[in-house]
């Protein structure tokens, strides 16, 4: 495989995830439950830096980007996406079976999906989602393929078939170095992903470049995946209720507006 | 299933110093072993950290597993899992727990692959269900939900639990433990992943956000680092620290240690004024708890204003400047109100 990836360079899996956008998921103020049909969706933003962190590796090293998600078939239109913002090729792991699968079985089933792809060098996942946000699946694949791993990457440099990853941590930012094949989970906000080009799009529009594969096309069993598969089940979900606020905008002009302020939050006692 | 006993923590190292996030752990999973009837126990991998495990005792461990090996001075992926997965299989534990750490987190979530079981992430909350389970509570959908996770079926059951949730348990100086020395065996392959540079931020500012009681916080709205300097005098004014959304900590603008959010600190100030931070969810995940919040916001349609007591639509250029002005000029009229000091009876 090091003679391949030399002569052309290197084979890069990125994992997404296809999300509800955080930021238009609203609570049902009758049943209290979070409303998830007729949700946009989007890939999951630091996936986004990984894709990029991707791309920016393959202008410097060359080698092929494979996009790699698990999910239902509607999960296509994020791996389209990013065949169009320039990887080369997707594959979606898809089957019924494979619903309710928690951190255990995703990091399987991508593993295996890893291992029928062959010959791949670099895993990038996202540090984590913005819908369950574990951050285990990453570790978890590594964990399952027994290879190196490097969290929190907000930047990775290819030397001498190692790589070496920029990784941040609270008190600091270190650089660890791990031999190849690897699994780099990205920071995220740690480059500007681009946007689909028309190429990217007219591509994607000849169709053929994502290819399904169902649980038996990797081997697993059905008491491997799902919720068989899972040694956690989500027992119950509540919806927080935030504490409710006073809500009151001073509408005045700066002066008043500020001076209303400092004497409402001396009135609650919260300043001096 | 052969039988599981015991509630253990994973103690962090680091600096020579155990980690908050794992102290504080400490006191929780306290809580869990006396309701489940079990021992606690510590595991504490590093170099040069028997100290540490005194510590741990006096803050509510009764047994502590030491692994001393001068390669696992700094934390690295592979070691630190084979360490874990050793002394699973040997002592067959009941619960593990992690601090939400990012080394916490790498671990956790290596360790439970590779010893097929389950992993819940984030606690925020932890209970004991009728049937003896644990119930592993946290937040989901950036904060929007909170889950409630089992693992019935599989042992151990394990969780990481998020960093400043949890109170910091009082140190009993008299409480006695045992400490066991543990040998682990590595292979090669464990040691492949090496530390090669770091570069600290500045963590003194991490004490300041976790206390503080006002906590001034900055956003993207701010434009620029220099920015910040506006906030620490309102910030010093009100006897308050600065923190920020994770925007300007993407930027380098600010430190890591200032972050509040999800991927960042949970707060509880008293006080919590958000300059120029739109409001996302996992910002909101980290400070809605603070008593009292104001937003200053130019956009009147940012989700903040959703979460805000108190707020005013505006320029932060000109509210800013103004709330300095007008506290500075409240207590330079409150120091000549202010009655001269009397002459101390003789
Ligand atoms: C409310 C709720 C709470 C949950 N809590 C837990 C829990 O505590 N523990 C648990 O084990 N499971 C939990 N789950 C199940 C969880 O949705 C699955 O484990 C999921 O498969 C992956 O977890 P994640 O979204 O946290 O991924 P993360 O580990 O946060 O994702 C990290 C990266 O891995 C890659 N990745 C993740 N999923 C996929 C995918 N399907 N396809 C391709 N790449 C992917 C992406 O690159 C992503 O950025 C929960 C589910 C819900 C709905
Ligand atoms: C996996 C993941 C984890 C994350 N974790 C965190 C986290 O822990 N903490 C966190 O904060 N974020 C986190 N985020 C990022 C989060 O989604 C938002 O991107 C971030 O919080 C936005 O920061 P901001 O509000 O400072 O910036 P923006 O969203 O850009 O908002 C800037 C605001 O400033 C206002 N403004 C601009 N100029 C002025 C002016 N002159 N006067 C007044 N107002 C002005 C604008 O109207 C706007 O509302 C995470 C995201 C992901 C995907």
Known sequence: MTDTAAKQGLRIVVCLKQVPKAQELQVDPVTKTLKRVGVPSEINPPDQNALEMALLLREQHGGEIIVLSMGPTSFDESLERAIAMGADRGFLVTDRNLGGSDTVPTALTLERAIEKIGGVDLILCGEETTDASTGHVGPGIAGHMDIPQITYCSGVEIVDRRVRGVRMIEDGAETWEAPMPCVVTVDFGCNKPRQPTLTGKVRVKRGGLVQHWSAADLGLEPSQIGLKGSPTIVAKVDTVQLPSRQGQIFQEEPTIAVSLLLEALRRDRVIP | ??????????????????????????????????????????????????????????????????????????????????????????????????????????????????????????????????????????????????????????RPQMASARWNVFPMPPRDRSRTGEVVRETVVFEPADFDTKIVGFKPTETHETRKIDDAKILVSGGFGLGDPKNFALLEELASLLGGAVASSRKPVDLGWVPKALQVGQTGKTVRPSLYIAVGISGAVQHLAGMQEAAKIVAINNDPKAAIFEIADYGIVGDLFQLIPEAIRQLKAFRGQAESARPREATPPS
Not at chain 2, 95 to 112: E, T, Y
């Open chain 2, 1 to 154: 299933m052969a039988e599981h006993r015991g509630v253990w923590v994973f103690l962090e190292a680091r600096n020579g110093a155990l980690r908050d996030v794992s102290v504080q752990l400490i006191g929780e999973a306290r809580r869990i072993a006396d309701k489940r009837g079990a021992d606690l126990t510590g595991i504490l991998p590093g170099w040069n950290v028997e100290p540490l495990a005194r510590q741990a005792i006096e803050c509510g461990c009764d047994r502590i597993l030491l692994v001393e090996d001068p390669r696992l001075e700094f934390y690295t992926s592979r070691p630190f899992t084979r360490v874990m997965a050793t002394l699973r299989w040997k002592y067959n534990p009941e619960v593990i727990l992690f601090g939400a750490s990012k080394n916490g987190r790498d671990l956790g979530g290596r360790l439970h692959a590779a010893i097929d079981t389950g992993l819940a992430a984030d606690c925020v909350r932890f209970d004991v269900t009728e049937e003896g389970f644990l119930d592993m509570i946290r937040p989901a959908f950036g904060g929007k939900s909170l889950a409630h996770i089992h693992c019935e079926e599989h």
